[in-house]
């Protein structure tokens, strides 16, 4: 601590006592002759280096040897001092690969620069695990005298490149760093062309990061291409006009050996990011050229008017419309127009422009059938909506190939504002279903968008119980996603039937039931024309639902019911307390249990009883609860023979098997109707420790045999 305080009056006191261990790291291993060197205490350095048990090369969890640290911070007496001992060595790095040289390189900081270069044991083009040698970080930094030092160096190699194929005149041309740049392009080993492993040259950087002197600086070489391409496809114009640097623009656009309509992998010409970006002055002198297309698409079909629209780039888009070349009605590969794509993004500036044109249909879809006013009204740009509503040749219930209007659409999103502004046209028929039969107010319904399901009830024309295609009726779909609200406002409506099936005849309570939907199912079962315990198409009931989803809240509510019988069957005869066997649903299960008519023990149609579905599954907390029962029986097999046991063992399911073989009534040689027992289940199946528990409720000195030959035995395709 004396040596981070730079307190040397405590260090002498330190140094000056018996039993201090002057050599000690701290958690982070720095010592304390690391903490002085990092300061940059010279004499305290001086006293820790005459202490025998100080190690000067000491390095850190990082790597960082006292050297590295006064090379960090430049501090040049500690350096020397470093320096002069023998037992420092001056080229180690840190654990990324990093030498003092390197760091002093990186810092700026000269003087230490020179003391390492002066050394015969340090390299001065050592690379880090990056493959960043001192000149490289210097270079990044802008470390004029720093470069010029390690220039003059004749084992230097200045053109050298990362791991990533950056050389030093790359870092420089893309942080800007003229004079730099300027020390690199002197030497005659430094190709000024040199891509990196992306294809990028010293100019596309410099143009990525705007840096105009050194573009400039770039240009006036002889052996730079000032169109080169990189992996991607795009020149330093097109990454200029990405990054809407319009003084680079100039400079490369006057150059007679630059495309200014070149476009990249993805087809994206310079004129087309200009537009994307809302770059209004590189757009300018983009069109200015009489060599570039202002409509030209890229690969989507897009055209710069299409992307400028998107982004709702008005400046930019009224440049465009301005050239007669731009067709504003162009549509792209999914059939998306300037006016659907501003539409969508409600930008009202340019839509407005757009409608202001004769040549622009105002109705034209997309290749879903998908008009601009139905974009607009499933994103809800009111404003935009307006506009197009305000038009005379734009159909406002004009289906998409789904068949949905813009008012379904809207009704879907939840957008009230647009609903609203919808529903006070005549010519919008506010109960149209799309082609699978959903109505606004079904989409409303399940999307629980309370708002615009009152605008659409407040509607003579609309009918509130009217079923889709499958025989959803709006309600059905509000109890399907829980929608207590919506649920609540069609209750209240004489013409809904609460009660009404779908085509696979499930109600609405059986629906909630499905979905857990607590509150849902207390509303109807409020109801007095809503039948509790109505099975579907295949017997299931709400409380069947309930019992396997394990919503116990739910299941409680049914019980309470007198109406509920709680041990009825579906058509293949599980009952309540089966499905909540088979899910595992333990609190159920629990409760269903409590009941006086539950049968525990009642068998469906395959004989499977609910401790037999417990037992397959593997659900060991249902199997105990059943097993506590006198009227279960842990022996009772199915159709084909196979007791709880014998699915046990065949799934490996060892918890359940242990609680079965803990019961003396149950039988673990009883066989099946082909003759297997458990045991040969578990040992076919390979469930060795299932095996060896049953094994030793019989002989417990054989398992191991009797597995190994009923392995061997056994035929593969007996089960």
């Known amino acids: 601590m004396g040596c981070i305080e730079r307190d040397e009056s405590a260090v002498r006191q330190l140094l000056g006592r018996q039993g201090v261990d002057t050599g000690r790291p701290d958690k982070e291993d720095h010592t304390p002759l690391s903490w002085a060197a990092r300061i940059g205490h010279n004499s305290i350095v001086k006293q820790l280096l005459n202490r025998i048990e100080v190690d000067p090369s000491h390095a850190s969890d990082k790597g960082f040897t006292p050297l590295i640290e006064a090379a960090y911070g430049g501090h040049e007496s500690v350096v020397k001092q470093l320096l002069d001992r023998p037992d420092v060595n001056p080229d180690k790095p840190d654990n990324e690969g990093r030498t003092p040289l390197l760091w002093a390189a990186m810092k700026g900081h000269e003087s230490v620069v020179k003391q390492l270069l002066d050394r015969q044991d340090v390299n001065p083009d050592k690379p ?104 991607e496809g795009k020149t330093p114009l097109l990454w200029a006009a990405i990054g809407g640097h319009d003084s680079v623009v100039k400079l490369l656009l006057d150059r007679q ?26 757009v300018k002198q983009l069109l200015d050229r009489q060599d570039v297309n202002p409509d030209i698409p890229d690969s989507e079909g897009k055209t710069p008017l299409s992307w400028a629209a998107m982004k709702g780039h008005e400046p930019v888009v009224m440049q465009l419309l301005n050239r007669v070349q731009v067709d504003p009605s162009h549509a792209s590969n999914n059939g998306f127009t300037p006016l659907i794509e501003g539409a969508y993004g409600g930008h009202e500036s340019v839509v407005k422009q757009l409608l202001d044109r ?24 009111g404003l935009v909506v307006k506009q197009l509503l305000d038009r005379q040749d734009v159909n406002p219930d004009k289906p998409d ?16 504002l647009v609903v609203k502004r919808l529903l006070e046209r005549p010519d919008v028929n506010p109960d149209k279903p799309d082609n699978k039969g959903k109505t606004p107010l079904i989409g409303a319904a399940h999307g629980g968008h309370d708002l615009v ?42 013409d ?72 009825k069957p579906d058509n293949e005869g599980n009952t309540p307390l089966s499905w909540a066997a088979i899910s595992g649903k333990e609190l159920v299960v629990k409760r269903l249990l409590d009941l006086q008519d539950v049968n525990p023990d009642k068998i469906d149609n395959e004989g499977k009883t609910p401790l037999l579905w417990a037992a397959i599954a593997g659900h060991d907390s249902v199997v105990k609860q059943l097993l506590d029962r006198p009227d279960v029986n842990p022996n009772k097999p199915d159709n084909e023979g ?56 019989e002989h417990p000195g054989l398992a191991s045999f009797v597995v190994d030959h009923l392995r061997a035995s056994l035929p593969s395709s007996t089960l």
Do not use: C, F
Not at 257 to 282: C, M, S
Not at 358 to 380: H, M, Y
Not at 469 to 491: C, D, H
């Open 128 to 231: 880090d695990n990056e493959g960043n040698t001192p000149l490289l970080w210097a270079a990044i930094s802008g470390k004029g005298l720093v470069v010029k030092r390690l220039l003059d160096r004749q084992d230097v190699n200045p053109d050298k490149s990362d791991n990533m194929g950056k050389t030093p005149l790359i870092e420089a041309a893309y942080g800007g760093h003229n004079l730099v740049v300027k020390h690199l392009l002197d030497r005659q080993d430094v190709n000024p062309d040199k891509p990196d492993n992306e294809g990028n040259t010293p100019l596309s950087w410099a143009a990525i990061s705007g840096k105009e002197l050194v573009v400039k600086q770039l240009l006036n070489l002889q052996d730079i291409n000032p169109d080169k391409i990189d992996n």
């Open 257 to 282: 050996d630059v495309n200014p309509d070149k476009p990249d992998n993805e087809g994206k010409t310079p004129l087309i990011e200009a537009a994307y970006g809302g770059h209004d002055l590189v």
């Open 358 to 381: 004769q040549d622009v249909n105002p109705d034209k879809p997309d290749s879903e059938g998908k008009t601009p006013l139905l974009w607009a009204a499933v994103s809800g740009r």
């Open 401 to 416: 190939s789904e068949g949905k209007t813009p008012l379904l659409w809207a009704a879907i999103s939840g957008k009230g």
């Open 453 to 494: 399901v009152k605008q659409l009830l407040d509607r003579q024309d609309v009918n509130p119980d009217k079923p889709d295609n499958e025989g959803n009726t709006p309600l059905l779909w509000a109890a399907i996603s829980g929608k207590e609200l919506v649920v609540k406002r069609l209750l209240d409506l004489q």
């Open 496 to 567: 809904v039937n609460p009660d009404k099936i779908d085509n696979e005849g499930k109600t609405p309570l059986l629906w909630a039931a499905i979905g857990g939907h607590d509150s849902v199912v207390k509303q109807l079962l409020d109801r007095q024309d809503v039948t509790t315990d109505r099975p579907d198409a295949k017997g299931k009931t709400p409380l069947i639902e309930a019992a396997y989803g394990g919503h116990d809240s739910v299941v409680k509510q049914l019980l309470d019911r007198q109406d509920v019988n709680p041990d």
């Open 642 to 697: 196979k007791t709880p046991l014998s699915w046990a063992a065949m799934q490996g399911h060892e918890p359940v098997v242990k609680q079965l073989l803990d019961r003396q009534d149950v039988d673990p040689r009883k066989s099946d109707k082909d003759g297997h027992i458990p045991l040969s289940y578990a040992s076919s199946k390979g469930h060795v420790a299932v095996a060896n528990l049953l094994q030793s409720r």
